[in-house]
């Protein structure tokens, strides 16, 4: 891939610059005149969401830019808002919402629908001034956007951890909210001890519920109560009625015997179980009405309570409603750590499947060695092939790790070219870092000449470098200063 031209437009002001194909030198005699807006005006042109510099708003400016591809030949790409870009490919104008389909864009140019590589693509070429020349294998290329190494070595060996991919982000995601509850918890027990109390559970809702329970559990009684207080009723009138009949029965003797409550079995006994249970309902029912009476002040000194609530500070309501929270704080540490556990092995499983294809990885390993020791940072010691992941970057400092830098990225370059079959374009923001010295960059730029003669880079800097046919660009004052002809 090439990028052939850049047309900015900003008002009634505009810029075209040409690129050529091999080293273009974007350069001014000193800073802050427009390299690296230039530079980033390419990337945004090229859809990525690109943070503004200093005095220009991206989104305000209309870009052409003209690329050449190995598979589709010429590209026009026009942007005049942050929310779309345009392509003209052979003809057909195609329009792309960004940044949801910013992959959808760049898998025609870059000729690959794996987004494991076009999601890395922009940290293997580009080196950002600010912060490109400490990212080795992870962290951020510029605004929001990201490279990862193992992201990167799963796109080259078309190894496919999606799946495991979605279960660590779930179980991170699950993890931290654990360990917010865990902090919430810890913060509530201060309360305690501060205050000496935990605030009751704020129970507005709870304490209607309960009256509303209280009562219906009244209504039965009293329809019990009642029922039994008519069968009570009904019994003495059925004994009223019995002595009013003047019943005789004839006895097995021949003896007559008139019928009344004292000789019907179990009468008085059936009596006296309806009173005793008429009693306890009555006792029962006197209960019930002692709580509901109790919840009902309750909620009326809640209602007066209402207005010294509002006058609340907010951390008083804060700590008020954090207090009514029912949290175990071992339990949720129980939690924490069965998640952590398994987070742990999820990520040991992504890892041992990015690792899988030593192929990739010794070739990357190859070539970092190979540039680390040209360029006089290992002492002919080789690195250790799991230095490719490492995190700890405290050891490299200054013009070490920039030139580790340098190198792991024309690594990552080889490695990306190999499998996408094209050639990729080098952009370089100020190569020439504070502790770096001009022999040491000498050194990286011969090893462009040598190594990467059949691409393009485009490289922003105050300084000059000995390339054997440069396209030198040059700003004077500013970025963009012709006026649009009317």
């Given at each position: 891939m090439i990028i052939k031209s850049i047309n900015i437009t900003e008002g009634f002001f505009y810029r075209k610059i040409k690129f050529q194909d091999g080293t273009?030198?974007?350069?001014?005699?000193?800073?802050?005149?427009?390299?690296?807006?230039?530079?980033?005006?390419?990337?945004?042109?090229?859809?990525?969401?690109?943070?503004?510099?200093?005095?220009?708003?991206?989104?305000?400016?209309?870009?052409?830019?003209?690329?050449?591809?190995?598979?589709?030949?010429?590209?026009?790409?026009?942007?005049?808002?942050?929310?779309?870009?345009?392509?003209?490919?052979?003809?057909?104008?195609?329009?792309?919402?960004?940044?949801?389909?910013?992959?959808?864009?760049?898998?025609?140019?870059?000729?690959?629908?794996?987004?494991?590589?076009?999601?890395?693509?922009?940290?293997?070429?580009?080196?950002?001034?600010e912060?490109?020349?400490?990212?080795?294998?992870?962290?951020?290329?510029?605004?929001?956007?990201?490279?990862?190494?193992?992201?990167?070595?799963?796109?080259?060996?078309?190894?496919?951890?999606?799946?495991?991919?979605?279960?660590?982000?779930?179980?991170?995601?699950?993890?931290?909210?654990?360990?917010?509850?865990?902090?919430?918890?810890?913060?509530?027990?201060?309360i305690e001890t501060e205050t000496g109390v935990l605030f009751s559970e704020d129970y507005d809702e709870r304490l209607e519920t309960n009256i509303q329970e209280l009562t219906i559990q009244k209504n039965i009684l009293k329809k019990e109560i009642n029922r039994v207080s008519n069968t009570i009723k009904k019994n003495k009138q059925f004994k009223k009625y019995i002595e009013e009949m003047k019943i005789l029965i004839k006895a097995p003797n021949g003896d007559t015997i008139p019928v009344t409550s004292d000789n019907i079995v179990g009468f008085d006994d059936n009596t006296n179980y309806l009173v005793s249970k008429h009693k306890m309902l009555i006792a029962e029912l006197s209960t019930l009405l002692n709580e509901i009476e109790k919840l009902e002040f309750q909620r009326k000194y809640d209602e007066e309570q209402v207005a010294f609530l509002e006058s609340e500070t907010l951390t008083q309501s804060f700590d008020r409603k954090i207090s009514t929270l029912q949290l175990s704080a071992p339990s949720i540490q129980s939690e924490i750590k069965r998640l952590e556990k398994e987070l742990k092995n999820i990520r040991k499983e992504i890892s041992n499947k990015t690792r899988s294809n030593t192929e990739?990885?010794?070739?990357?390993?190859?070539?970092?060695?190979?540039?680390?020791?040209?360029?006089?940072v290992n002492d002919d010691k080789?690195?250790?092939?799991?230095?490719?992941?490492?995190?700890?970057?405290?050891?490299?400092?200054?013009?070490?790790?920039?030139?580790?830098?340098?190198?792991?990225?024309?690594?990552?370059?080889?490695?990306?070219?190999?499998?996408?079959k094209i050639k990729l374009p080098i952009i370089l923001d100020s190569p020439s870092g504070k502790e770096v010295d001009q022999s040491n960059v000498q050194l990286m730029m011969d090893i462009l000449k040598r190594d990467f003669s059949a691409n393009q880079i485009i490289i922003a800097s105050i300084f000059t470098y000995k390339f054997d046919s440069s396209n030198i660009i040059t700003i004077n004052n500013k970025l963009i200063e012709n006026m649009v002809d009317l």
């Amino acid at each position: 891939m090439i990028i052939k031209s850049i047309n900015i437009t900003e008002g009634f002001f505009y810029r075209k610059i040409k690129f050529q194909d091999g080293t273009n030198l974007i350069f001014s005699k000193k800073n802050s005149c427009g390299k690296t807006t230039l530079l980033r005006f390419l990337l945004y042109s090229l859809g990525y969401n690109i943070p503004n510099t200093k005095n220009i708003k991206f989104e305000l400016c209309e870009v052409e830019t003209i690329i050449n591809t190995e598979y589709l030949g010429d590209i026009t790409l026009n942007r005049s808002s942050k929310n779309s870009i345009s392509a003209n490919i052979n003809g057909e104008e195609y329009t792309y919402i960004l940044p949801s389909e910013l992959n959808k864009l760049h898998s025609i140019i870059y000729h690959t629908d794996n987004n494991n590589l076009l999601d890395n693509i922009l940290g293997t070429i580009y080196v950002d001034q600010e912060k490109g020349w400490t990212l080795l294998n992870r962290g951020i290329v510029i605004g929001s956007l990201r490279f990862n190494i193992e992201d990167l070595i799963r796109g080259l060996s078309n190894i496919d951890c999606d799946s495991l991919i979605a279960k660590e982000s779930q179980l991170a995601r699950e993890l931290n909210k654990y360990k917010q509850m865990f902090s919430v918890s810890q913060y509530q027990k201060s309360i305690e001890t501060e205050t000496g109390v935990l605030f009751s559970e704020d129970y507005d809702e709870r304490l209607e519920t309960n009256i509303q329970e209280l009562t219906i559990q009244k209504n039965i009684l009293k329809k019990e109560i009642n029922r039994v207080s008519n069968t009570i009723k009904k019994n003495k009138q059925f004994k009223k009625y019995i002595e009013e009949m003047k019943i005789l029965i004839k006895a097995p003797n021949g003896d007559t015997i008139p019928v009344t409550s004292d000789n019907i079995v179990g009468f008085d006994d059936n009596t006296n179980y309806l009173v005793s249970k008429h009693k306890m309902l009555i006792a029962e029912l006197s209960t019930l009405l002692n709580e509901i009476e109790k919840l009902e002040f309750q909620r009326k000194y809640d209602e007066e309570q209402v207005a010294f609530l509002e006058s609340e500070t907010l951390t008083q309501s804060f700590d008020r409603k954090i207090s009514t929270l029912q949290l175990s704080a071992p339990s949720i540490q129980s939690e924490i750590k069965r998640l952590e556990k398994e987070l742990k092995n999820i990520r040991k499983e992504i890892s041992n499947k990015t690792r899988s294809n030593t192929e990739v990885i010794d070739s990357l390993y190859t070539n970092v060695n190979k540039y680390l020791t040209e360029l006089k940072v290992n002492d002919d010691k080789k690195i250790d092939f799991t230095y490719l992941f490492t995190s700890n970057l405290k050891e490299l400092s200054g013009a070490v790790l920039h030139k580790t830098v340098f190198a792991f990225k024309l690594a990552y370059i080889l490695e990306v070219e190999k499998a996408l079959k094209i050639k990729l374009p080098i952009i370089l923001d100020s190569p020439s870092g504070k502790e770096v010295d001009q022999s040491n960059v000498q050194l990286m730029m011969d090893i462009l000449k040598r190594d990467f003669s059949a691409n393009q880079i485009i490289i922003a800097s105050i300084f000059t470098y000995k390339f054997d046919s440069s396209n030198i660009i040059t700003i004077n004052n500013k970025l963009i200063e012709n006026m649009v002809d009317l």
